[in-house]
C-alpha cells in the first residue's frame, strides 16, 4: 500500500499570506495525486486533480505542482474561506489512500 | 448538478451489519465508478471501495471480509454493507463518484454519522 505524508500537520497563516503544503508518497504515484479541502462538518471538495490541474470553480490561487513521491499545494493568497483543513490523496493504485491532513488556522 | 445523498442508520451495536444507500440526482448513474469513503471523529479519510455501474467493485484490503458494494442502476443508487461492526468502525461515511481519466473524487455526499455503541 502507499503510504501518503503530509507536512506540517498544522500551520498558522494570515490573510494575504502566500501558503505551502508538501505531500510525500511511499512510492511513486506519477501525477495521480489529488488536493481536497475540508471544512468542519463538511464533506471534502476536490481542488486540484492529476498534480497540477484546477478543478473547475476552484479559484486560481490555488496550485498545485510535482511529480512521482514530492507533491505542493500552493495557495498565493490567503483568503478568509481558506481556512480549513487540508488532504492530499493518491489515485496511482489501489487501495486508494490519503494524506493525514493539514490543519490551516488564522494566526 | 450532479448531488449524492446518504441515508442509513446513525446508530448500531456491535456485531451488527452496517447497511448504507447512497442516491444520486441530477445525472445518472451508469458509466461511472462510486465510493465509499470513511472518517473516524476528529481523524483522517479512508477509502472502503468503488464500484462500477457494470457490478465491477474493488474494495480496499483493510476491510476487504466484511464489505459488500451494490448498485441499483433503475433506483440511481448504490449501498454499502459492512458486516460485524465494532466501536472502530464509528465514523461519517461518504459517497463520492470518482471523476473520470485521472481517478478522483469529484462530487461528494454530505456524509452520515454512524456511531456503533453497545
Known amino acids: 500500500d502507499i503510504q501518503m505524508t503530509q507536512s506540517p500537520s498544522s500551520l498558522s497563516a494570515s490573510i494575504g499570506d502566500r501558503v505551502t503544503i508538501t505531500c510525500r508518497a511511499s512510492q511513486s504515484v506519477s501525477v495521480y495525486l489529488n488536493w481536497y479541502l475540508q471544512k468542519p462538518g463538511k464533506a471534502p471538495k476536490l481542488l486540484i486533480y492529476a498534480a497540477s490541474s484546477l478543478q473547475s470553480g476552484v479559484p486560481s490561487r490555488f496550485s498545485g505542482s510535482g511529480s512521482g513521491t514530492d507533491f505542493t499545494l500552493t495557495i498565493s493568497s490567503l483568503q478568509p474561506e481558506d481556512f480549513a483543513t487540508y488532504y492530499c490523496q493518491q489515485s496511482y493504485s489501489t487501495p486508494y489512500s490519503f494524506g493525514q491532513g493539514t490543519k490551516l488556522e488564522i494566526k | 448538478q450532479v448531488q449524492l445523498q446518504e441515508s442509513g442508520p446513525g446508530l448500531m451495536k456491535p456485531s451488527e451489519t452496517l447497511s448504507l444507500t447512497c442516491t444520486v440526482s441530477g445525472g445518472s448513474i451508469s458509466s461511472y465508478y462510486w465510493s465509499w469513503i470513511r472518517q473516524p471523529p476528529g481523524k483522517g479519510l479512508e477509502w472502503i471501495g468503488y464500484?462500477?455501474?457494470?457490478?465491477?467493485?474493488n474494495y480496499n484490503p483493510s476491510l476487504k471480509s466484511r464489505v459488500t458494494m451494490s448498485i441499483d442502476t433503475s433506483k440511481n443508487h448504490f449501498s454499502l454493507k459492512l458486516s460485524s461492526v465494532t466501536a472502530a468502525d464509528t465514523a461519517v461515511y461518504f459517497c463520492a463518484r470518482v471523476g473520470r481519466g485521472y481517478v478522483n473524487f469529484d462530487y461528494w455526499g454530505q456524509g452520515t454519522l454512524v456511531t456503533v455503541s453497545s
Open positions: 464500484i462500477h455501474n457494470s457490478g465491477s467493485t
